[in-house]
C-alpha cells in the first residue's frame, strides 16, 4: 500500500505547483475562499475549474458567489439572488459594492436569501462585485454581473411606450392625444409606484477629459399610484430647466423610495426623443424648431473631428457583408433574417454594423444592402446606410462620451435625425454630414478552416488531413500575439471502440492580452459549452457578451462567433461528431502567420512549414504531414485550454501534447467497406473528405457533416473574393440616372429633365480597372429633340384642325345656297 500512497502524494505536488490552466490544489484540505475566490494555491482551491476536479475549499460556494438572474440592463434597478447562500438570522446589513467603487443596498428576503441591486452604469460587460454582510466592514464574497446594452434586455424586464411613434413624433403634425405606458406589475413587488422622468446629457468639451455622460432626474411624472401595470396620461410641457434634455427614459419604482433615488429595484423604459415633454415652442411650430436645432447641430459637427477618416469602408456586397463575420455583425433595426423589417432604411433588406469602434474616436460604420445585395447609398437614397459619431454598441473603456453603449449614439446620430429628417424636411443636410461610405478600399479577410476528421484548408488555399490525437496550435499570429489552439481525440464507433480517426472537440482563443475563450463539446453529442478565462459561460439569459478583447455570440445552441479586436473572427459549430471552426483574418495579418492554418502570404507552396522553419512540400505524403502537425502540438506552458476533469488531466494534462502511441488512418491507406461503397459514392461524389471519413468512421452521417461543412466553406470563400467598384457615379445636374449598382460590369444611365439635352454619353459601365467608361453628361439648356418634335407635330396637328374647320364651313354653306332654291 506504501508505494500508491507515494505516487498519490507526487501526483497531489505536481498539481500544486503546476503552472498555467492546469487544477489546483486536492480537495479535503483546511482551507477558505474568504478573499481568494478564482485563486489555484493554498489548501484546497477557490478556481472554477475545482468543482470538476473536486479540489474545492468546502466554503467555495459561500464565497465564489452565484447569482440569479446573472444579467440585466446596464440601466441598473434589477434584483437578483444569490445562489447557494441562505442568512436567516440577519444581524448587519447586506451592501453590494460593483467596480470597488458604486454601492447598492441589499437584504434579506423571509426566506433568508441574501438579494443585491444592480447598479446604473455607464458601461456593457461583465462587472466584478464583492459583497458584504456586515454593513460594509468587509467584503469577502465576489461575483460577477452582466451589464447589458438596453435594446437587449428581455421586453418583460422594462416598461413599455405604448405606440412609441407617437410619443417621439408628440406634437408634430397630427400626434397628440393620451399616451399609455404599460409594465409587468409583479416585476416590482408593491402595491404602488411612482413614475418619474430621466434624462441623459453629454456636457464639456468634446474629445477633451471634461467630457462627461450623466443621467439626471428630472421630475416625476406621477406618484403613489396602484401598481396596476398601466398608465395613461395627456403630456404637458415641462419646465424650461428641464427642456434642455431631449433623450431620455422613464423610472418606475416602489413609492416608498424618495423622488430619484439612485440604484434602487426598478423598471427601466426604453431611452427616446423626448418630443412630449418639449415646451410651447415646439408645440407651436415643431417644424421651425425642428429646422433650428438641426442647424446648430450642423454648426457643431463643423467644429468637431472629422470621425469617417478613420472608418472602415463597407463590404461590396451583402454576401460579402454577411460573411465578414470577423469585422461586421447584423444591425437589428434591419435584419434579413427577421424579415427585413428597416424603418430607416426604406429599399434596403439587410444591414450591418462594424463590431469594433473607430481606434480614436469611437465611431462606428453602418452598411445597408438591396436585395438585389448592393449596397444602398445615402447619395441615392434616404434609405442608404449612415456611419455613427457614436457607435451604438460603444467602446472600451466606455463609460465617457462619445463611448456609452447606445447613448452616446443617441446624442450625436440619433436625435439629429429627428430634428433633421423626421420633425423637419430637412434630411439632406443630415445626409451630408452621414455620407454612406462606398467599398472601393474595402479588402475582404482571409479564410481557414478545419472540420471532420479533421481536414484542414489553409489561407492561402492547401489542404490535409491531419489525424493526431492531442493539443494542437491551429493559429499563431505575432502581429497581435493571437493564438488559436485546438484539442483532437479519436471518435467513438457505434460499437462503442475507438476510431482511428480524430476531430476537434475544444478550440480556445486568446489575442493579446485579451479574455480566454474555449467552446468545447460537452454533456453528450452535439451539445457546445462555452468557457471564459476556465469558468463555464450561461447563454440561458443573454446570446451577446461584450468581452476583454472581444465580443462573443452563441446562435441556436451549436454555433458561436468569437470577434477579437484586430478584425479578426472565429467561428465555431458543431458539425456531426465533432467541431467545425472557420478562421477570419484581415489582410494586415499577411506574412504574420503560423500554426496548421498555414503562412498567410497568397503563396501555399509554404503552408507546410514546421517551427524550425523548414518547409514541406505540398506534394508531401500523408505519412510526411502527420510529422508536420505533430511538430505543431501545444507546450504546456502557452496552453489555453482548460483541464477540469481527470479525464483531461490525466490525458492531456500530465501527457505528451501529441500522443505518439497513437495510430492514425492516413487517405492513402483507406480502402472502402465494400458494403457502403455505393452509398458512400452516392452521397460524396468527388469530395475526397467526405469519403475519407466515411471510410475511417464507417458513418455515412459523419461523412455527410464533413461534406456540408466543406461546402459551407467554398461557398464561404466565394463571397469573399474581391469585388471591383468604380464608386459613386453622380446623375448630370438638371438629371438623373438609373442604376444604383458601382460594381464591375454595372451599367448607369443618364437622362435629363425637361426642357434640358443631354451632352454626353448616354449611360456609363464600371470597367474592371476601377474606372467608369464615360464620364457623367451635362445637361444643357435648350430644346431637346423630344420637344422639337412636340412643337413639329403640335403645329402640323393645328394645322390639319383649320383645314378640317375650313372644309366643314364650305359644305356648310354649299347646302345652304341649295336649300335656298328649293320652293
Avoid at 694 to 714: D, P
Avoid at 733 to 753: A, D, Q, R
Amino acid at each position: 500500500m506504501k508505494l500508491p500512497l507515494l505516487l498519490w502524494a507526487l501526483l497531489l505536488l505536481l498539481l500544486a505547483t503546476v503552472p498555467g490552466p492546469g487544477p489546483g490544489p486536492a480537495a479535503g484540505a483546511k482551507g477558505t475562499c474568504s478573499h481568494r475566490c478564482g485563486d489555484r494555491d493554498g489548501l484546497c482551491s477557490c478556481h472554477p475549474t475545482c468543482s470538476g476536479l473536486n479540489t474545492c475549499c468546502s466554503d467555495f460556494r459561500d464565497f465564489c458567489l452565484e447569482i440569479s438572474p446573472y444579467s440585466g440592463s446596464m440601466m441598473g434597478g434589477k434584483d437578483f439572488v444569490v445562489q447557494h447562500l441562505n442568512w436567516f438570522n440577519p444581524t448587519d446589513g447586506v451592501i453590494c459594492r460593483f467596480k470597488e467603487s458604486i454601492q447598492t443596498l441589499g437584504h434579506v428576503d423571509s426566506s433568508g436569501h441574501v438579494h443585491c441591486v444592480s447598479p446604473l452604469l455607464y458601461e456593457t460587460g461583465r462587472i466584478p462585485f464583492t459583497l458584504s454582510m456586515d454593513n460594509g466592514r468587509s467584503f469577502p464574497r465576489s461575483g460577477t454581473w452582466l451589464a447589458v446594452h438596453p435594446s437587449k434586455v428581455s421586453e418583460t424586464e422594462k416598461s413599455q411606450l405604448v405606440n412609441e411613434t407617437q410619443w417621439q413624433y408628440y406634437g408634430t403634425a397630427d400626434t397628440t392625444g393620451n399616451l399609455t405606458l404599460t409594465w409587468q406589475a409583479s416585476a416590482l413587488p408593491t402595491e404602488t409606484v411612482t413614475i418619474e422622468l430621466w434624462g441623459y446629457e453629454e456636457t464639456g468639451k468634446p474629445y477633451s477629459g471634461e467630457w462627461t455622460a450623466k443621467w439626471s432626474y428630472l421630475y416625476p411624472l406621477v406618484t403613489n399610484i396602484p401598481n396596476s401595470g398601466f398608465f395613461n396620461f395627456t403630456p404637458k410641457p415641462a419646465p424650461q430647466k428641464y427642456q434642455r434634455w431631449e433623450v431620455g427614459a422613464l423610472r418606475i419604482i416602489n413609492s416608498k423610495y424618495y423622488a430619484g433615488e439612485k440604484d434602487v429595484h426598478a423598471l427601466w423604459s426604453n431611452e427616446h426623443a423626448l418630443a412630449w415633454h418639449l415646451g410651447d415652442d415646439f408645440q407651436e411650430d415643431p417644424v421651425a424648431w425642428a429646422r433650428a436645432q438641426c442647424l446648430a447641430w450642423e454648426e457643431l459637427e463643423d467644429q468637431l473631428p472629422n470621425f469617417l477618416e478613420e472608418l472602415p469602408d463597407c463590404p461590396c456586397t451583402l454576401a460579402q457583408a454577411q460573411a465578414d463575420s470577423g469585422r461586421f455583425h447584423t444591425d437589428y433595426g434591419c435584419d434579413i433574417e427577421r424579415g427585413s423589417v428597416c424603418t430607416y432604411h426604406p429599399g434596403a433588406v439587410h444591414c450591418v454594423r462594424s463590431v469594433q469602434a473607430s481606434p480614436r474616436y469611437a465611431s462606428g460604420q453602418q452598411c445597408c444592402y438591396t436585395a438585389a445585395g448592393t449596397q444602398l447609398l445615402t447619395a441615392d437614397s434616404t434609405g442608404g446606410s449612415t456611419p455613427d459619431r457614436g457607435h451604438d454598441w460603444g467602446a472600451p473603456p466606455f463609460r465617457t462620451p462619445p463611448r456609452v453603449p447606445g447613448l452616446s449614439h443617441w446624442l450625436y446620430d440619433v436625435i439629429s435625425f429627428y430634428h433633421c429628417c423626421l420633425w423637419a424636411p430637412d434630411c439632406s443636410r443630415y445626409m451630408r454630414r452621414r455620407p454612406s461610405s462606398d467599398c472601393r478600399s474595402y479588402r475582404p479577410p482571409r479564410l481557414a478552416s478545419a472540420f471532420g476528421d479533421p481536414h484542414f484548408i489553409t489561407f492561402d488555399g492547401a489542404n490535409f488531413t491531419f489525424n493526431g490525437r492531442g493539443e494542437y496550435v491551429l493559429l499563431e499570429a505575432t502581429l497581435t500575439n493571437l493564438r488559436v489552439q485546438g484539442r483532437a481525440e479519436p471518435g467513438t464507433t457505434p460499437e462503442g471502440t475507438r476510431d482511428r480517426g480524430t476531430g476537434l472537440t475544444a478550440v480556445a482563443v486568446q489575442e493579446g492580452n485579451s479574455d480566454v475563450v474555449e467552446v468545447r463539446l460537452a454533456g453528450g453529442a452535439g451539445v457546445l459549452q462555452v468557457l471564459l478565462n476556465q469558468e463555464v459561460l450561461s447563454f440561458t439569459e443573454q446570446s451577446w457578451m461584450d468581452l476583454n478583447g472581444m465580443f462573443l455570440s452563441a446562435a441556436a445552441g451549436d454555433s458561436v462567433s468569437i470577434m477579437l479586436s484586430s478584425g479578426a473572427g472565429l467561428e465555431v459549430s458543431v458539425q456531426g461528431p465533432f467541431l467545425s471552426v472557420a478562421v477570419l483574418l484581415p489582410e494586415k495579418f499577411l506574412t504574420h502567420t503560423r500554426g496548421l492554418l498555414g503562412t498567410l502570404n497568397d503563396d501555399p507552396t509554404d503552408d507546410f512549414t514546421l517551427r524550425n522553419g523548414k518547409v514541406l512540400p505540398l506534394s508531401s505524403s500523408s505519412r510526411e504531414l502527420f510529422r508536420f502537425g505533430a511538430d505543431w502540438a501545444v507546450e504546456n506552458a502557452s496552453s489555453l485550454l482548460t483541464y477540469d476533469s481527470w479525464f483531461l488531466v490525466n490525458n492531456f494534462l500530465y501527457q505528451p501534447k501529441h500522443d505518439h502511441t497513437f495510430q492514425p488512418l492516413f487517405p492513402e491507406e483507406t480502402t472502402p467497406n465494400p458494403s457502403q461503397a455505393t452509398e458512400a459514392a452516392e452521397l460524396c461524389g468527388d469530395n475526397h473528405f467526405c469519403r475519407f471519413d466515411v471510410m475511417a468512421t464507417g458513418s455515412l452521417s459523419v461523412g455527410n457533416a464533413t461534406r456540408m461543412a466543406h461546402q459551407w466553406h467554398q461557398h464561404r470563400v466565394q463571397s469573399l473574393k474581391p469585388v471591383r467598384s468604380c464608386g459613386w457615379l453622380a446623375p448630370p445636374p438638371n438629371g438623373l440616372k438609373e442604376g444604383i449598382s458601382y460594381l464591375m460590369g454595372s451599367t448607369v444611365h443618364f437622362h435629363c429633365n425637361s426642357g434640358y439635352s443631354l451632352v454626353g454619353a448616354e449611360a456609363s459601365t464600371c470597367q474592371a480597372d476601377g474606372t467608369w467608361s464615360r464620364p457623367t453628361p451635362v445637361c444643357q439648356p435648350g430644346r431637346s429633340y423630344a420637344v422639337l418634335l412636340s412643337i413639329i407635330f403640335g403645329g402640323l396637328a393645328v394645322v390639319a384642325l383649320v383645314a378640317l374647320v375650313y372644309v366643314l364651313l364650305r359644305r356648310r354653306k354649299s347646302n345652304m345656297a341649295s336649300w335656298g332654291s328649293q320652293p
